[in-house]
T-cell receptor, first 122, second 106 residues
Framework: EVQLLESGGDLVQPGGSLRLSCAAS????????MSWVRQAPGKGLEWVAG??????????ADSVKGRFTVSRDNSRSMLFLQMSSLRPEDTAVYYC?????FGDGYWVFDLWGRGTLVTVSS | IQLTQSPSSLSASVGDRVTITCRAS??????LAWYQQKPGKAPKLLID???TLQSGVPSRFSGSGSGTDFTLTISSLQPEDFATYYC?????????FGQGTRLEIK
């Protein structure tokens, strides 16, 4: 079955760190760019970070640059998001999303996970 | 590149024809996608490249536009279409979404 499954969301204090994981199955993971997209409670969608299938190309939203690091392990079909210096405004459901087109970043997303909730609060 | 959707919310009835617009702050040719999101669910890709309907998406959905002005049209609303819709561009390795349009039952 083609699917993405996120994990790692939790309650964390401001200034803390957290690592999210996304397990992919049912498609050639290494051939597609992958992204993290978040949604704050009651708000819209915000792209956070993306990574080419090869890992050669990485891009971040300005709001997380220097604090978040996206990585992938193609041998295990896994995507990660290391988050540090977390702020209350980082509170959101974080979705893992697959690129629609095989190859380098196309940045249109045809497969999404269910999301994992990150809450940043003291 | 900023995307501005209008309206932000919309009330309509089953069978109505509905149009949602998305305006880009600069030209993006046809690099625009549309998504549907229902409460508590992940977004679903409806349309790519401004007007290419995804497999399995009903033909009552259509997209048009290029440059800075785009539209998503639902020709005859069905009960399952009541949701929030987002446009998204994909340029410069920095995709961004519109703020969303919430489509509610009148």
């Amino acid at each position: 079955e083609v699917q993405l499954l996120e994990s790692g969301g939790d309650l964390v204090q401001p200034g803390g760190s957290l690592r999210l994981s996304c397990a992919a199955s049912g498609f050639t993971f290494s051939g597609f760019a992958m992204s993290w997209v978040r949604q704050a409670p009651g708000k819209g969608l915000e792209w956070v970070a993306g990574l080419y299938g090869s890992g050669a190309g990485i891009s971040y939203a300005d709001s997380v640059k220097g604090r978040f690091t996206v990585s992938r392990d193609n041998s295990r079909s896994m995507l990660f998001l290391q988050m540090s210096s977390l702020r209350p405004e980082d509170t959101a459901v974080y979705y893992c999303a697959k690129d629609y087109i095989f190859g380098d970043g196309y940045w249109v997303f045809d497969l999404w996970g269910r999301g994992t909730l990150v809450t940043v609060s003291s | 590149i900023q995307l501005t959707q209008s309206p932000s919310s919309l009330s309509a009835s089953v069978g109505d024809r509905v149009t949602i617009t998305c305006r880009a702050s600069q030209g993006i040719t046809i690099y625009l996608a549309w998504y549907q999101q229902k409460p508590g669910k992940a977004p679903k890709l409806l349309i790519d490249a401004a007007s290419t309907l995804q497999s399995g998406v009903p033909s009552r959905f259509s997209g048009s536009g290029s440059g800075t002005d785009f539209t998503l049209t639902i020709s005859s609303l069905q009960p399952e279409d009541f949701a929030t819709y987002y446009c998204q561009h994909q340029l410069h390795n920095y995709p961004t979404f519109g703020q969303g349009t919430r489509l509610e039952i009148k």
